[in-house]
């Protein structure tokens, strides 16, 4: 199978487990990288040949690449939009099956990076075949501050330090999903004989930011103070800094989706493989790499 951005956060951990799993695994990447048991290619994803050589060698193609953050239009649409339709469009043309990864931003579509994501699933789907969707939330991985992951940041910060700088009460909900079920879904609709050709969720049970602070500190052993910052007040400045590019690397659209209403649900997909999402109770215990 094909793999693009295999070296991103979410897109190497798939890699490496699917590896580890027996699958044979090309990975694409704009950039050298290397990953155990994953032939990684280099090169552009608009380039039609790198694409259509790199699709030639697969049965499937799973499309992780993607820009997240970004303060300019016409980047989203370059690295998104246009990279999506390059590699669905051949996909369907080779007759490959496609799993496009997506996001529960493009339900919001709060800002870029969420209208970018919704575009990329109209195009999957309307020019698409033999394709599946997976819209994912917050991703609980392997320990990886260094690399784009809110919840290893934070997870640093309360090993770290004596205190913790948190949005409001943090009593809000959120849905995070655990590695391991991202796996396991994309698992499933490559194994599978038929894909649906439409959208399906893969989102964790919903519990507040809170308590999954909690089950951070528990496996830590640790107690640290919260020192609440009014939310309103920091999502107006999140406003303000939005547009400028000096503040693109900031998760700003996350923050701005803070306390509304989870707008997904894991019951399609639940029916569709049968199995339920793993609780944040049981995955905290499993992140790889967490800070002794």
């Known amino acids: ?29 704009r950039r050298p990288f290397e990953l155990p048991g994953v032939a990684v290619a280099v090169g552009d994803h608009l380039e039609p040949t790198f694409v259509s050589s790199a699709v030639d060698r697969c049965d499937a193609v799973v499309h992780f690449a993607a820009r997240t953050r970004g303060h300019d239009a016409a980047s989203f649409a370059r690295d998104n939009e246009d990279v999506t339709r390059t590699f669905c469009r051949e996909a369907t043309r080779l007759g ?39 819209r994912l939330t917050a991703v609980l991985g392997r320990y990886a501050p260094e690399m784009n992951s809110t919840f290893s940041k934070i997870i640093r910060k309360l090993h770290s330090s004596p205190f913790l700088v948190v949005p409001g009460s943090c009593e809000f909900p959120i849905a995070p999903v655990w590695i391991g079920d991202i796996e396991r879904a994309v698992r499933w609709f490559l194994e599978a004989g038929a894909m649906p050709d439409d959208v399906c969720e893969v989102c964790g049970p919903v519990l507040t930011l809170a308590a999954l602070i909690d089950l951070f500190e528990q496996r830590l052993g640790k107690r ?56 944040m109770a049981d995955a905290v215990p499993r992140i790889e790499g967490f800070p002794a």
């Open 1 to 29: 199978m094909l793999i693009t951005g295999c070296s991103g956060y979410v897109g190497h951990q798939i890699a490496l487990r699917l590896a580890s799993a027996d699958f044979e695994v090309i990975g694409t990447s």
């Open 96 to 134: 490959k099956r496609f799993v496009h990864i997506s996001s529960d931003q493009a339900v919001y579509q709060t800002g870029l990076y969420g209208k970018s994501k919704r575009a990329c699933e109209d195009i999957v789907t309307q020019e698409g075949r033999d394709y599946a969707i997976l």
């Open 224 to 279: 640290r103070m919260r020192v609440r910052l009014p939310l309103r007040p920091i999502q107006a400045v999140a406003r303000l800094l939005a547009p400028f590019r000096a503040f693109a690397r900031l998760p700003l659209d996350a923050l701005l989706d803070l306390g509304k209403p989870v707008g997904v649900s894991p019951a399609k997909l639940t029916a569709i493989i049968g199995q339920e999402p793993t609780s």
